[in-house]
């Protein structure tokens, strides 16, 4: 089993619809969870991030971590076509040295206007 | 502006003949880390630095070497490139390692 499994799409919606992105992890040291966005020919930029299981919001995207499923999430409300990117999940554990970040594979997303 | 620049943006090779990506960040980070992105394969960390004179092997640092002189440099040397070393590659830097990482624009090498 990988330790960060992530649907690679391609998922495609119409504008204004709801998104939901996902991942699966069988590590249960990770503690540091995050959501990457990439453009194309463009490097990783940080969406949302959270520390252990719970709920984060920032406007139109809502990040959730549930711990005792092993699994994560990124929402996104009212999806625009600028949001037509790869998203991706990452995650670590916590502790001293290099715990490093560990990525899904990456979901690309199309928001059709 | 606060970024991390990797140096050159695209670069074709010959097998066997030395490189070196460069990776500068203005942002005082402490960690810095190298990745590579394949298809199908994802990110992967190949070098990672907690400090200067602190470097540790990644998952694939197999046919490369960095080194972390200056805290805001972390170069990425590929001794004898070979074809399975064609990737995008990706330095990134952060504060404090646990999230937050800012990453490059990316170096996307081909080596023939």
């Known amino acids: 089993q990988k330790e960060v499994e992530q649907d690679p799409g391609p998922l495609s919606v119409p504008e204004g619809a709801i998104v939901s992105l996902n991942c699966t992890y069988s590590n249960s040291a990770f503690q540091y969870f995050m959501w990457y966005r990439q453009y194309s020919r463009k490097g990783p930029e940080l969406l949302m991030y959270?520390?252990?299981?719970g709920n984060k919001e920032d406007g139109r995207f809502t990040a959730q971590v549930d711990k005792s499923s092993k699994y994560i999430s990124l929402f996104i409300r009212d999806s625009q076509p600028s949001d037509s990117a790869t998203y991706l999940c990452?995650?670590?554990?916590?502790?001293?040295?290099?715990?490093?970040?560990?990525f899904g594979k990456g979901t690309r997303l199309s928001v059709i206007a | 502006e606060a970024q991390v620049t990797q140096n050159p943006r695209y670069l074709i090779t010959v097998t066997g003949k030395k490189l070196t990506v460069t990776c500068s960040q203005n942002?005082?980070?402490?960690?810095m880390s190298w990745y590579r992105q394949d298809p199908g394969l994802g990110l992967r960390q190949i070098y990672y630095?907690?400090?200067?004179?602190?470097?540790d092997k990644g998952d694939v640092p197999e046919g490369y070497k960095v080194s972390r002189k200056e805290k805001r440099n972390f170069p990425l040397i590929l001794e004898s490139p070979s074809p399975n070393q064609t990737s995008l590659y990706f330095c990134a830097s952060s504060a404090t390692g646990n999230y937050g990482y800012t990453f490059g624009s990316g170096t996307r090498l081909t080596v023939v």
């Open positions: 630095s907690m400090n200067v004179e602190v470097t």
């Open positions: 959270t520390y252990s299981s």
């Open positions: 990452a995650m670590r554990a916590s502790g001293v040295g290099n715990t490093p970040l560990v």
């Open positions: 942002m005082n980070h402490e960690y």
